[in-house]
């Protein structure tokens, strides 16, 4: 499957433990976004990474949210210190090298995170 | 800054019968615009899109948008309904060249619902 690769697909934390979720991008991509679901609602967009450089992060809450996207291996998003607001799926998704171009976006099946 | 309304919350139609779901946009200069499927428990599936050219974009599935620009409008249509075509369908915008890089913009979904 040459797709978006999320795990896990399901994630549950005790409040004030960290959450690691990972993607990794179809092959050829290097732009990695990842946006995040609240039940009934849309996505919205988190952040923006290209390989160990984060591009924007305008949408990530300004405490206990991080990401990267090492040289080597898959993007992380990381949630420190978890509450029950968080729970949501996290999608991923990824495009080509051609920067501002306009082509898709491609998702991942996205990790469904539940914080008891 | 940029915006999507999807004004049905859910569409209900015959299998057999056209269908189509609403999508208008708010961008500061001109917007690429797409569609995406999400079936439950999956991620967003790239529909079509449209960026220039030709106002009437086809896409997967037997699937169509048309794009209109006094309208700010991009309606997803199909002219036969499948009862497998129910599903969640999301519009999304990037103005990429008005300060909104490359992030995509949801809309809040549009519940499809096609019936025997």
């Known amino acids: 499957n040459a797709g978006v690769m999320q795990n896990p697909r399901h994630l549950v934390r005790r409040r004030g433990q960290e959450a690691r979720l990972r993607c990794s991008p179809m092959?050829?991509?290097?732009?990695v976004y990842w946006y995040r679901q609240l039940p009934e609602e849309g996505l919205k967009f988190m952040v923006y990474?290209?390989?160990?450089?984060?591009?924007?992060e305008s949408g990530m809450p300004k405490e206990r949210f991080s990401a990267e996207f090492p040289k080597e291996g898959p993007s992380i998003l990381r949630i420190q210190q978890v509450v029950r607001g968080d729970s949501a799926a996290y999608f991923c998704?990824?495009?080509?090298?051609?920067?501002?171009?306009?082509?898709?976006?491609?998702f991942g099946d996205g990790t469904r995170l539940s914080i008891l | 800054a940029q915006s999507v309304a999807q004004p049905e919350d859910q569409v209900n139609v015959a299998e057999g019968n056209p269908l189509t779901v609403k999508c208008t946009y708010s961008?500061?200069?001109?917007?690429?615009l797409f569609w995406y499927v999400q079936y439950p428990n999956r991620g967003l599936q790239f529909l079509l899109k449209?960026?220039?050219?030709?106002?009437l974009v086809k896409g997967s599935y037997g699937f169509e948008a048309e794009f209109n620009k006094s309208q700010t409008s991009f309606h997803l249509k199909k002219p036969s309904a499948l009862v497998s075509d129910s599903a969640l369908y999301f519009c999304?915008?990037?103005?990429?060249?008005?300060?909104?890089?490359?992030?995509?913009?949801f809309g809040t979904g549009t519940q499809l619902k096609v019936e025997l």
């Open positions: 999304a915008v990037r103005d990429p060249y008005t300060g909104g890089g490359n992030k995509l913009t």
């Open positions: 092959k050829g991509h290097s732009h």
């Open positions: 449209y960026i220039t050219g030709d106002n």
């Open positions: 990474l290209q390989k160990e450089n984060i591009i924007d």
């Open positions: 961008v500061s200069g001109n917007p690429y």
């Open positions: 998704a990824s495009s080509d090298d051609r920067g501002f171009s306009n082509q898709p976006q491609h």
